[in-house]
């Protein structure tokens, strides 16, 4: 029997932490056949993000439509996407049908407070992604910025 084939659309992390590197791991943990469309190539450590290079919408689709075209993908995962028009490509992906089970993780800000998502972005989350998502996997500061609320403690959260 073929393991199940799932598809990460996600940065690179140089340091390996995140990102690619970690969806990979995890892939391989369970057992399944992971696939990949770079959205992004960070240099980063475990002191920070140093530099972020953002691939182009058209890369990415390129990457995702051979990946989809010659594999039965039986999920996908988004995780870092960079920019506005890398979000929109995904959203097209799905609007086409294309993307089964999409887990959007809508990393905006590394864990060492860098900044992940360019200007317009977060709006094309709630506008074209999130809608279209299967599951949506937001960290609390994700949450609140995709929801536009400042959250400070639970209370916030509950109301």
Do not use: W
């Not at 609007?95 to 993780?105: A, P, S, T």
């Amino acid at each position: 029997m073929q393991p199940l084939t799932v598809l990460s659309i996600a940065g690179s992390d140089s340091g390996g932490g995140a990102g690619i590197q970690a969806d990979l791991r995890t892939f391989a943990a369970l057992g399944v056949h992971a696939t990949t469309a770079v959205t992004a190539v960070t240099a980063q450590d475990t002191m920070g993000v140093h530099d972020v290079e953002v691939m182009s919408a058209s890369m990415v689709l390129a990457q995702a439509r051979c990946v989809l075209g010659d594999f039965e993908v039986a999920a996908v995962k988004t995780g870092m996407l960079g920019d506005a028009s890398v979000v929109e490509a995904v959203a097209e992906l799905a609007r086409e049908g294309l993307l089964n089970k999409l887990v959007v993780d809508p990393v905006l800000v590394s864990t060492t407070e860098h900044s992940l998502m360019r200007d317009g972005g977060v709006r094309a989350y709630r506008e074209a992604l999130v809608p279209l998502a299967t599951v949506v996997t937001p960290n609390l500061r994700e949450a609140a910025t995709l929801c536009g609320v400042d959250v400070e403690d639970v209370t916030t959260i509950e109301h």
